[in-house]
């Protein structure tokens, strides 16, 4: 007479009901998958010969896979229903290990903030890539929030992290294409702060210009510059301090859709022409009828 053990049949029923609940949710992503994959995902899921753990890897690996290249939030969705619970556990006992008191559900919500932000460095050769890959993040996402909280000088690291992943680039055409638009735009933000930085400067007075120049081309030390421009160290930090501070407040007024309002500084009287004063002076004063 033979004696069933209840356990594993508790364990067939919860694999059926798991089968059973992930078979409906897939159909509930016909607006983001076509129908040639979720049937593929259909053949996963119902497999007799996969256990539960096998048919969540290969599902998650190909929803990410399809993420990865179309972004689908269903399909995100769905990854987190199917990996949330168990990733959980590893990040709570990876806090346990470092003696840390964070909440794992905070933790939790960084991993699945970096699976999403970072689709294109997913490589799906493998079935269980999802699984390893998401490992990964949770080990490089606790050993960060460590960090962030200064804990990390004062933890023991195990052996097992120590050692670096070397990291998986999968290329497409597409993300190709992105990170060349991406080179380009970069490209031309620079050269329209650059134009704009040197026509301020430009506004600036000889002085100032002189300062800027010595100091942030040059490389000479404030000693240095305050030497060559005959002022006092103090002064020379305040020239600077206000030439930069122009050219910011200018640069900020443009991109506000504003005038930049970027006035050049008085000259001191010991560096001006006393003959020029003279002029000025007459200049400014009322014209004398003859």
């Not at 840390?100 to 905070?106: F, G, I, L, T, V």
Request: aromatic content about 8%.
């Amino acid at each position: 007479m033979q004696v069933s053990d209840p356990q594993q049949a508790d364990l067939c029923a919860a694999g059926a009901s798991f089968r059973e609940r992930l078979g409906g949710r897939l159909t509930e992503l016909a607006g983001e998958l076509g129908a040639t994959e979720i049937s593929g995902l259909a053949l996963l899921v119902a497999d007799p010969k996969r256990e539960v753990e096998a048919v969540r890897d290969a599902v998650s690996t190909r929803l990410m896979e399809s993420f990865r290249t179309a972004r689908g939030r269903a399909v995100f969705g769905l990854l987190y229903e199917l990996n949330a619970q168990h990733l959980l556990v590893q990040v709570a006992g990876r806090l346990r290990r470092y003696g840390s008191k964070a909440d794992p559900r905070d933790v939790l919500q960084e991993v699945f903030f970096n699976v999403y932000r970072y689709p294109h460095r997913f490589n799906a050769e493998r079935e269980d890539a999802f699984r390893v890959w998401s490992a990964m993040i949770v080990r490089n996402t606790v050993l960060k929030h460590l960090r962030a909280i200064g804990r990390a000088g004062r933890s023991e690291v195990a052996i097992e992290d120590l050692a670096q992943q070397p990291e998986v680039v999968s290329a497409s055409p597409l993300s190709g294409a992105i990170e060349a638009e991406s080179r380009e735009e970069c490209g031309r933000v620079y050269m329209t702060y650059l134009h704009l930085y040197l026509r301020f400067y430009a506004m600036l007075s000889e002085r100032e210009r002189a300062a800027l120049r010595m100091v942030e081309v040059d490389e000479y030390s404030y000693r240095q510059a305050a030497d060559e421009l005959g002022i006092k160290l103090e002064n020379l930090k305040m020239v600077i301090f206000r030439a930069r501070r122009k050219i910011h407040r200018a640069m900020r007024r443009v991109f506000d859709g504003m005038s930049p309002d970027c006035r050049p500084a008085r000259e001191p009287r010991s560096a001006r022409d006393p003959l020029a004063e003279a002029g000025e002076l007459f200049e400014d004063g009322p014209e004398v009828e003859a």
